[in-house]
C-alpha cells in the first residue's frame, strides 16, 4: 500500500468525483409542444464536500445532412456531412452553494417548459431532432456528477383542419284558410282541401 502523500501525487483530490449519486426522474416520456416537463431528482452523498450549484437542463439539437464539393489533387470531390445545432435549451436550477454531508439525501422537484414554437422529435434518414434531459451536479474543485442524458419524446398538437358543420334550422310560418266548400281550415299553399278533398279556389 503507498503512503498518502504518494496517493496525493498520483491521484489528487481535485482528480477525484466526489462520492455522491444523481438520479433523474421524469414524470412522462412523451409530451406535446408547449407542455411542461416535471419530475424530481435525487441527490445523496457518501462523504463531505463543495456544491457551486445543482440543475436539470433540457435542450433540442437538430441534425441535418448536407453535401459540399471539394477540391484535391484528384479533382472535385462531393463528400456528405451533418450539421448539428442546439435549436433550444434551458434548464432548471434544483440549489446552489452548498455544502454536502455525508449521508446526505433529498430529493427536488423541477419544472421545465418546452416552447410551443420549438421543433417537434423527428427521424429520418438525413434530418432528425432530440430532446434530452440531465440532471447535474457542479462541485467546488472536484469533477462534475451528472446523470446519463434521457431522451424524450415531443409531438406537435394535432390541429382539425375540417371546417366545422353548420346546422342551422329553419322556421316557417303556415297560414291557414278556410275552406269555401266546407269551411274547414286548410294551409294557404294546399291545393285541395284536407278535410272534403274539394279544389281550392282562387
Not at 452553494?97 to 455525508?102: D, L, V
Not at 439525501?105 to 429520418?124: D, G, H, R
Not at 266546407?182 to 284536407?194: E, K, N, V
Request: aromatic residues 10%; positive net charge.
Amino acid at each position: 500500500m503507498s503512503p498518502k502523500w504518494l496517493s496525493d501525487i498520483m491521484h489528487p483530490p481535485s482528480s477525484i468525483p466526489p462520492k455522491a449519486k444523481v438520479e433523474l426522474n421524469s414524470q412522462e416520456t412523451h409530451y406535446l409542444l408547449g407542455d411542461q416537463v416535471k419530475g424530481f431528482v435525487k441527490v445523496t452523498s457518501d462523504e463531505v464536500f463543495e456544491v457551486n450549484q445543482a440543475f436539470v437542463r433540457l435542450y433540442c439539437y437538430e441534425s441535418i445532412k448536407k453535401s459540399r464539393t471539394i477540391g484535391n489533387q484528384y479533382g472535385m470531390q462531393q463528400t456528405e456531412y451533418w450539421d448539428s445545432a442546439v435549436i433550444c435549451d434551458t434548464s432548471c436550477k434544483l440549489f446552489e452553494h452548498a455544502r454536502m454531508p455525508q449521508g446526505f439525501s433529498a430529493s427536488y422537484k423541477y419544472a421545465l417548459a418546452i416552447s410551443p414554437a420549438a421543433k417537434e422529435t423527428l427521424y429520418s434518414i438525413d434530418h432528425y431532432v432530440k430532446w434530452l434531459l440531465y440532471a447535474i451536479l457542479v462541485a467546488d474543485g472536484r469533477p462534475n456528477i451528472s446523470t446519463a442524458n434521457y431522451e424524450i419524446q415531443v409531438a406537435k398538437m394535432q390541429t382539425n383542419q375540417s371546417s366545422p358543420t353548420i346546422m342551422k334550422e329553419v322556421t316557417r310560418e303556415v297560414v291557414l284558410i278556410p275552406c269555401a266548400y266546407c269551411s274547414g281550415l286548410m294551409p294557404q299553399t294546399s291545393i285541395f282541401c284536407p278535410n272534403c278533398g274539394a279544389r281550392r279556389k282562387g
